[in-house]
Structures are given as structure tokens and as C-alpha cells.
């Protein structure tokens, strides 16, 4: 069993830069994919960016160039670096650590607006 929690959202200007990050507990994180999506009312979860146990990344379009995923083994946490919001970028993010379909955790999300 893992527990998340992920912190770091808030209010931010457009063009602004925020860090969330998503702290386990209960297990060790780094022997699992992680990856953080996000949801809009009305809208399905999407994924943003996802990182494996060897530290391959993945992003969605939208956010490639401009999000960095990351994970610190020793504190047991993955980031989420956000750089050059954009209002379209409002959401509330959620980690999750998947192993295989009958393990797969998820955080209580955070909230990320970006608004001038």
C-alpha cells in the first residue's frame, strides 16, 4: 500500500513557474511508474508527465518543453517543475504510482491556477 500526497499548487500568474511535488509513504516509490495528471470539471483525467523506476520520462504535448518530471529516491518523492504557465495549464493534479493494474495508487490532488 502507498500513500501520496501531493502539495505545492496554488494561484500563479501566467508565465509563472510553480513545483508540485508528491511524497509516498508506506512503500518505497522508486520501484514504481509515476506519473501526474490532471482534471478539469467536465473533463477526463489526462496524463502529463509520467517517469519509470529507471528515470525515462514521458509528456504531453501540451507541456513538453515547458514541465519537468523528477524523483528524489532518497526523500521519496516525485516533482512536477512548471515552467511558463498558461491558464489552460488550471487543473487539479494528481500523482499516481502504478506497479500493474492491481496496484496503482493515487494522491487527493492539488490545486493549480493560473490566473492573472
Known amino acids: 500500500q502507498v500513500q501520496l500526497v501531493e502539495s505545492g499548487g496554488g494561484l500563479v500568474q501566467p508565465g509563472g513557474s510553480l513545483r508540485l511535488s508528491c511524497a509516498a509513504s508506506?512503500?518505497?516509490?522508486?520501484?514504481?511508474?509515476v506519473g501526474w495528471y490532471r482534471q478539469v470539471p467536465g473533463k477526463q483525467r489526462e496524463l502529463v508527465a509520467a517517469?519509470?523506476?529507471?528515470?525515462?520520462?514521458n509528456y504531453a504535448d501540451s507541456v513538453r518543453g515547458r514541465f519537468t518530471i523528477s524523483r528524489d529516491n532518497a526523500e521519496n518523492t516525485v516533482y512536477l517543475q512548471m515552467n511558463r504557465l498558461k491558464p489552460e495549464d488550471t487543473a487539479v493534479y494528481y500523482c499516481?504510482?502504478?506497479?500493474?493494474?492491481?496496484?496503482?495508487?493515487w494522491g487527493q490532488g492539488t490545486q493549480v491556477t493560473v490566473s492573472s
Open positions: 508506506g512503500s518505497t516509490l522508486s520501484i514504481y511508474v
Open positions: 517517469i519509470t523506476s529507471g528515470g525515462s520520462t
Open positions: 499516481n504510482a502504478y506497479l500493474r493494474a492491481t496496484m496503482t495508487f
